[in-house]
């Protein structure tokens, strides 16, 4: 469950944000306006991750962790549907 949940919440901002990034490359938008979803994505995994490891720490601070490792991911791939597009 402490692995399933984060995914699950991680699931939904993720399927957004390569939504837009598809979204972004099919209407022709240049790199750097592709790519920004992406960007945002990853500086929330990167303050989620901060926040779980450093303020809250334990068990719950990994869920936080969790969760910013799912978010990276998902802004890993937003990064190569953006790149990839037109």
Wanted: without cysteine; aromatic residues 18%; positive net charge.
């Amino acid at each position: 469950m402490m692995l399933l949940a984060p995914f699950l919440i991680a699931l939904i901002p993720g399927l957004i944000i390569l939504a837009l990034t598809w979204w972004f490359s099919q209407k022709g938008f240049s790199l750097s306006i592709r790519l920004l979803p992406g960007i945002i994505t990853i500086i929330a995994a990167v303050v989620l991750f901060y926040i779980g490891f450093v303020n809250i720490r334990g068990f719950e601070g990994a869920s936080y962790g969790f969760l910013g490792f799912f978010l990276g991911m998902f802004s890993i791939v937003s990064f190569v549907l953006g790149s990839v597009g037109r």
